[in-house]
């Protein structure tokens, strides 16, 4: 099965879970954005237009003019950057990512994770939440356990930062859409 990849599907769920977070916990101060999967900016060019955002950094690996090419995972396993919203819109797995910033929390950070459902099927992060690991286990029955392992992702590690509140918009059937407001553990 194809899945079609742009910034406009299901745009309204991914706008409606921003604001809410923007509108909780941004309302009063300068908004500061890391968008690690920019693609073609569709979200965070809606949100600049209706909100007052003092920065936004967007990157991606796939090269486009005007835009840094570089590996956002990258970006977050450093110590010192100051984005208080971390968007990670993957087509696939955004793991790797929030295992990267997780210990870098600086200061209260409101963190965006799509969660592909057609790349959980090969996600190693998955197989090994759900103690598979090189297990070969069918699509269908991985897909469904694939639910639990995001709890279980979503939450390991909470020693290195504490998870304020965590929602997930409706979304359709190719991705999970989270709002994830975490502090860092001092």
Request: no cysteine; net charge positive; charged share 5%.
């Given at each position: 099965m194809m899945v079609k990849k742009t910034d406009n599907d299901n745009l309204e769920s991914k706008l409606l879970l921003r604001r809410y977070f923007l509108d909780r916990y941004h309302a009063d101060g300068p908004i500061h954005v890391l968008d690690c999967c920019q693609g073609?900016?569709?979200?965070?060019?809606?949100?600049r237009a209706e909100r007052q955002i003092a920065s936004y950094w967007g990157l991606d690996v796939k090269p486009k003019k005007g835009r840094l090419q570089l590996s956002s995972v990258r970006v977050l396993e450093q110590p010192g950057w100051m984005q208080n919203v971390v968007d990670v819109d993957t087509y696939g797995s955004p793991w790797q990512h929030w295992n990267a910033l997780r210990p870098?929390?600086?200061?209260?950070t409101t963190v965006f994770l799509t969660v592909g459902q057609v790349q959980m099927?090969?996600?190693t992060e998955i197989t090994d939440a759900l103690g598979l690991g090189g297990m070969k286990v069918p699509r269908g029955i991985k897909r469904k356990l694939s639910d639990l392992a995001v709890s279980y992702l979503l939450t390991r590690g909470c020693d290195l930062c504490k998870i304020i509140e965590a929602a997930e918009t409706t979304a359709?059937?190719?991705?999970?859409?989270?709002?994830?407001r975490v502090e860092p553990e001092f």
């Open positions: 073609f900016g569709v979200i965070w060019n809606t949100l870098n929390i600086s200061q209260p099927n090969t996600a359709g059937t190719h991705a999970r859409y989270l709002g994830v």
